[in-house]
């Protein structure tokens, strides 16, 4: 249980510092910014390993980069879908 809150943490953390970095905000609030810290971090540590400082089992590097990849996929698909229906 303490290791979910722990990855929890880690991705309200990680999808924070990755909106913080993508301009405009992600739709969703709180959970679509943990949820982005969590995939984020899942893509990060596959594309990337494992380096730097960890929270838990979180390499926050990776995290950080894989969210930040994430995010701007997810808003550019998001802005390709509004632009069509228009």
Do not use: C, Y
Not at 2 to 31: E, K, N, W
């Amino acid at each position: 249980m303490l290791g979910f809150i722990v990855l929890l943490i880690a991705g309200a953390i990680v999808g924070a510092i990755a909106d913080a970095i993508v301009p405009g905000d992600v739709a969703g609030g709180i959970i679509a910014t943990i949820l982005l810290g969590i995939v984020g971090a899942l893509i990060g540590g596959f594309l990337f390993g494992k380096f730097g400082p960890a929270i838990g089992p979180v390499s926050i590097i990776p995290a950080i980069i894989g969210a930040v990849i994430l995010a701007f996929l997810v808003k550019f698909v998001m802005g390709q879908m509004s632009g069509r229906r228009t």
